[in-house]
């Protein structure tokens, strides 16, 4: 077990070009998340899987923003048309939802920093 | 409108003595309290947690400690150690499925 890899760890892009993140969670859990955290702020939620059903998205998820979970195991986080107010440290985490649904903390990777220019 | 508040944005702290981080709450629905670690360039590591049935949870130097009346949670290292230089997020969950939600953060420095 490697932990949470969320790859690239920096991307610097112009506005209004796509950009895509790749997170591959612990391998045996069946919950990823993904948060984004601004300078001096804690992460804020963005959307979450189980395995790979989108159960929930945050309003902070615009359209531009979509993400997939296709096999139930990594993930993908795109944002099209990149503004400046994207820039952000992205950040992916994952879990196991224990028997009945008994919490299990969140493993997070090291986040993708963006940067908008 | 923020409903998990840190309120010290930094913390100085002797080597050796206690680190007291303090952490509060608005929603009284929340029954899960966690604690993570974040270093530079790195994501948030977990720490510790607490369930809202409980008032005190110790593992190794670190304890929390939940006043549920209060709607105040704390975090203390004991003693504390110059690695332990970190941004502090204390975190609560409303339910036990999925997102956390986190403080601001606070900046712990351990003093030589």
């Known amino acids: 077990d490697t932990g949470v890899s969320q790859d690239p760890r920096h991307k610097i892009t112009k506005r209004g070009q796509n950009v895509t993140f790749r997170c591959d969670p612990i391998s045996e859990h069946n919950r990823l998340y993904w948060y984004r955290q601004t300078l001096g702020q804690g992460p804020e939620f963005l959307t979450y899987f189980q395995n790979e059903a989108q159960l929930e998205k945050s309003r902070l998820l615009s359209d531009r923003f979509s993400a997939e979970r296709p096999k139930g195991s990594f993930s993908t986080l795109e944002i099209q048309r990149t503004e400046q107010g994207d820039s952000a440290m992205y950040l992916c985490a994952s879990s196991l939802r224990g028997r009945g649904g008994a919490y299990n903390e969140q493993f997070f990777g090291p986040g993708t920093r963006l940067t908008v220019l | 409108d923020q409903q998990v508040k840190q309120n010290s944005p930094s913390l100085s702290v002797q080597e050796g003595r206690i680190s007291i981080l303090n952490c509060d709450y608005t929603?009284?629905?929340?029954?899960?309290f966690l604690w993570y670690k974040k270093y530079p360039a790195e994501g948030p590591t977990f720490l510790i947690s607490i369930s809202s049935i409980k008032d005190k949870n110790e593992d190794g130097r670190f304890t929390v400690f939940l006043n549920k009346s209060a709607k105040h949670l704390s975090l203390h290292i004991v003693p504390s150690q110059p690695g332990d230089s970190a941004v502090y997020f204390c975190?609560?969950?409303?339910?036990?499925?999925?997102?956390?939600?986190w403080g601001a953060g606070t900046k712990l420095i351990i003093k030589p």
């Open positions: 975190a609560a969950n409303p339910d036990s499925n999925y997102q956390l939600i």
């Open positions: 929603n009284s629905m929340f029954d899960y």
